[in-house]
């Protein structure tokens, strides 16, 4: 055992946890390695997308710092001057405006006094004309227009109001008052109550051209906002009401300004409810910047991404920094699977792995069956030395004795002489028996017996093993009944085996006979089959031992667990021979009741 352990070890356990250690080793290292180059590739897909965003911003920047963004651009949301630290809104930025002449002042103002102190809106509206004949610009001209409407409608005139208002309306370039408001925009809101067809498709014409080439304010916003709605324009209003909506955000746009200015080089940062990307045209210091706002979603929808990837634009954990100098933007599902060791390579490394693991076990539970084994035969190895050197010694010690009383000349009786012949002879049998058996069960083993087949009378072997068996039958006090339905029973088969394969049976009957003596020895015919069975009214055998008994060195218990004298070969021979012979031995048998045990020998016609 100590040595089989020591082999194992050696040749099975050692290397397999070698192999073992070595594969797990390389599964983690091809781990890290998938996940490094996942990392490394993650980078690079971070790095284009970066690249990718920052030029598409920095052409707007371009475009923006030399005026060339108008408010058409719907990617772009506002453009404002950062100057000395002051952000000035578009609005704020427009052109300055000639001061209007004295005549013009004095002529409006008057024409304002008439139709809101006075209420004269004749005197208003002639004073109205009079202005717009000495207006020099178009916001001087809208202004003076605006009025005669308004002093036309009050006077009741509201066609020649509306032709005033249409003029403002339709008047190009679009002119702003001081608060970034289009006078067109007042005259389309007075306009839009009683408006036609015709005055509809105008005024939405030129609120979209507003849209279009002017930043509004927040309150031209809301007056485009009032104006649609007023009209149900669909996604023009819903455009004007988000383009509102964002301007709301504007007042927090100072506290952004800090963090933008401090950075050594253009950065963008989210900002707002209605996401915003601001950034700063110029490097720190210079004096006059220009603040950027482009709407996020727009513009990084622009940009192509992986597949799986997403932009992350709140504050969420997760997600992929793009770093400088993007600030708190984020891209998700960058990373992949994680690697699970599925790949070939891991895949032929696992197999690897649970092929010696599996060969190891396997190994394992091999040597130890067949240490198990050679145990329990070495048990049975000395057990049926220990038998046999018993079987042995009783019949040369009765032969012995039996000689000795001979050789003495202390039997005067001739009968008792006879007998103690008898005793002799019939010893030497059951010796010669049981040498023979053992030297047939060695042969059989080796693969060495070799049978000798010829036409064999059942019957005559019934007989001859009856014959042989007598002695001992008498010295058992056993009777042995004999009956022969198939006389004429010719098989093709060894005499000698067949006759010890009846004798082992009848001397297996008579060890587990218990007290009723008497053994039954039949020969009939079951269709082409001759069947020898041998029944005896002693013990029987349990159910757990039916399938041991054939096996070598097993002698099946008696009830009080005593153990029957004998090698534990008989079956085991009667089941070679059987087999031998292509028939098979089966066995009936219930505790207390007796067993039967039948020989099936196939029958040939031409024996």
Not at 145 to 171: I, P, T
Not at 561 to 579: C, E, F, S
Request: hydrophobic share 40%; aromatic share 6%; with cysteine.
């Amino acid at each position: 055992m100590r040595r089989h352990t020591l082999l194992f070890l050696g040749a099975v356990i050692v290397p397999s946890t070698v192999l073992v250690a070595l594969g797990i080793r390389t599964l983690r290292q091809e781990e890290e390695l998938a996940e490094r180059r996942m990392n490394e590739e993650k980078i690079r897909v971070v790095g284009l997308v970066r690249q990718e965003l920052l030029t598409r911003l920095e052409g707007i920047g371009l475009r923006a710092a030399s005026e060339q963004i108008t408010p058409r651009d719907r990617t772009v949301a506002l453009v404002a001057r950062l100057n000395s630290g002051r952000l000035i809104m578009p609005w704020e930025s427009s052109p300055p405006q000639r001061e209007p002449s004295r005549e013009f002042a004095r002529t409006i103002l008057s024409a304002e006094r008439q139709l809101h102190q006075l209420r004269d809106p004749k005197r208003a509206a002639a004073h109205a004309r009079a202005a717009a004949l000495r207006a020099r610009t178009p916001a001087e001209q809208a202004q003076a227009d605006l009025l005669l409407a308004a002093s036309l409608s009050m006077a009741g005139d509201h066609q020649s109001s509306r032709e005033a208002a249409l003029r403002v309306l339709l008047a190009r370039p679009l002119a702003v008052d001081e608060y970034g408001v289009p006078y067109a925009l007042y005259a389309a809101q007075r306009l839009r109550n009683d408006a036609s067809p015709d005055d509809k498709r105008l005024i939405l014409e030129t609120v979209s051209d507003v849209i279009d080439t002017i930043w509004l304010s927040p309150a031209a916003a809301d007056m485009v906002v009032a104006l649609l709605a007023t009209f149900q324009t669909g996604a023009l209003h819903s455009f004007a009401s988000s383009r509102a909506a964002e301007l709301e955000q504007l007042e927090g746009i100072p506290s952004e300004l800090p963090l933008l200015e401090k950075s050594s080089a253009p950065a963008w940062t989210l900002y707002g409810s209605s996401p915003w990307l601001l950034g700063l045209t110029g490097k720190r210091g210079d004096p006059d910047r220009v603040l950027i706002a482009v709407r996020a979603r727009e513009a990084l929808d622009a940009v192509n991404l992986p597949d799986g990837a997403r932009w992350l634009l709140g504050t969420q954990a997760e997600g992929e920094p793009l770093g400088e100098p993007f600030l708190g933007l984020k891209l998700s599902g960058l990373s992949g699977p994680v690697p699970d060791g599925t790949g070939p390579r891991q895949r032929f490394y696992l197999s690897a792995l649970i092929l010696v693991l599996s060969v190891t076990v396997l190994s394992t539970y091999l040597l130890n069956r067949d240490v198990r084994r050679e145990r329990h035969l070495t048990a049975l190895r000395s057990q049926f030395v220990s038998s046999v050197s018993h079987e042995l010694r009783t019949p040369i010690s009765t032969i012995r004795m039996c000689a000795e009383l001979l050789d003495m000349g202390r039997v005067s009786d001739e009968r008792q002489a006879s007998a103690y012949v008898k005793t002799i002879v019939g010893e030497s049998e059951r010796l010669s028996r049981l040498v023979d058996g053992i030297l047939d069960f060695s042969r059989m083993e080796q693969g060495e017996r070799t049978f000798h087949f010829r036409p064999v009378s059942l019957a005559e072997v019934l007989q001859s093993a009856a014959r042989q068996l007598e002695y001992q039958l008498a010295q058992g006090g056993f009777q042995l009944r004999i009956a022969v339905d198939f006389a004429d029973a010719r098989v093709r088969a060894d005499y000698e085996a067949v006759e010890r394969a009846i004798v082992n049976l009848l001397s297996n009957a008579m060890k587990y006979s218990g007290e009723r003596r008497d053994i039954d020895l039949s020969l009939h015919r079951d269709g082409d089959h001759a069947v020898i069975r041998v029944h005896d009214y002693g013990i029987g055998i349990a159910a757990g031992e039916r399938a041991r008994i054939f096996g070598r060195f097993h002698r099946a218990p008696l009830p009080d667990g005593r153990v029957v004298p004998g090698a534990g070969l008989g079956l085991t021979i009667v089941d070679q021979i059987v087999k031998a012979h292509n028939g098979r031995v089966t066995v009936e048998s219930q505790p207390g009741q007796g067993s039967t045990f039948s020989i099936f020998l196939p029958i040939h016609e031409d024996s």
